[in-house]
């Protein structure tokens, strides 16, 4: 198609965006690739309210299903962003109508995505979905087309900004989580309402949701994941693995073992030598490994709108030159129900801070317990620097790889001795 005639519910920070530079740069899209984005329709909540572009250029629809159902449009671009509700019943109308969709929606594509890329695939369409997944990094299109015949081993990296920013913001100016978490709130990182999502994990769990069905074939199915938040970080572990060469990052990783989903998205200890390491602020990368490449990575801007406008162009200007659309790599019938890889069985290196009574003795029988249990220690930091006068004193402890289930009997036995006053820290640490 050379033409795009173009709807658009949901005029927050990305519709807004997309709105600007279709209307910045409408001659040049035209000029450059031979297509013109004509944006017929827009929907929102609030009509009232004041934007940076003038929306009676465009008919209003009160109702964004009315748009989806109109045949004026080729193309639905959806940036509600609810889970279901409201944003499933129009990419679900728009399909059912013969209109192609793009939207930024992780959370619907993960929860909800199956039958709904299957209403696409009946309808021959496109539901692109670049925008879902780490912003403005190209990394749909990425797997899908540039390594889609490279057979993928294993997925990682960091998927949400606001943590990382937090966790950045943390190690570099020695400020606690709560501090920095309201920072994040008054600078439009996040809100009450999102942060539940960004802080808990689960942002950044339905975007590796999508990715392990990109990577693996894999249904969508966002039970798979195993998923810890950063609310638990203390500023003293953000220090403690500083001494020790380390950086505390909230790591996203998906890969298959014998024939099960393994899903995790923690906190991670990553080294200050690995490429992920140096990925501060609200930025993401994603690195992946795959039988031909060892590590492929890319790293940009996940978040804003400008960002993930620009991911949604590339949606919109890929359905103007297709006329098959390959919506998830794999034909949708041949997508897998993996079994879920268990967390108990997990193989790590890990870090522990052990907080106890200081007196003799204590080190001597932490340590015994860990050989009683046969687990290999790596590193021992007891009294560091600048903190003799803390009561309880921390013990701080690295292992060799260790299944999580024996790591977890060693915890629980350790926990139990009288000298040991708090629940002990457990971080694993990024293995590549």
Known sequence: ???????????????????????????????????????????????????????????????????????????????????????????????????????????????????????????????????????????????????????????SGILNGTTNYILTKMQQDNMTFDDVLKIAKDKGFTSDQESKLDIGGYDAAHKLTILSTLCFGSNLTFTNNHVEGISNIKIEDINFVKKLGYKIKLISESCLIGNKISNFTSPKLVSIDNPLASVDNALNAINIETHHLENLFLEGEGAGGKPTASSVLSDLYDISQNEKFDNLGFKIDNLQNFEKYSAENAINSYYLRIMTVDKPGVLSSITNNFSDFEISVKNILQLPENYESIKPIPIIITTHNVQKEKLSNVINKIESLEFVKEKITVLPIHDN
């Open 1 to 155: 198609m050379d033409k795009l005639n173009i709807g658009i519910a949901g005029l927050g920070n990305v519709g807004s965006a997309l709105i600007e530079t279709i209307e910045e740069n409408k001659i040049y899209f035209l000029d450059k690739a031979g297509v013109e984005f004509n944006i017929v329709g827009i929907s929102a909540k609030t009509k009232n309210k004041k934007r940076n572009f003038n929306i009676s250029n465009y008919n209003w629809y009160d109702d964004p299903i009315e748009m989806s159902k109109n045949d004026d449009f080729n193309v639905i671009v959806e940036l509600i962003g609810e889970e279901r509700g409201i944003s499933y019943e129009i990419i679900q109308t728009a399909l059912k109508n013969n209109k192609h969709v793009v939207t930024g929606n992780k959370a619907l594509i993960a929860n909800h995505g199956k039958e709904l890329f299957k209403l696409a695939s009946f309808h021959s369409l496109a539901l692109s979905y670049e925008a879902a997944v780490a912003g403005g990094i190209p990394i749909i299109k990425t797997i899908k087309n540039s390594i889609k015949l490279d057979k993928i081993k294993k997925i």
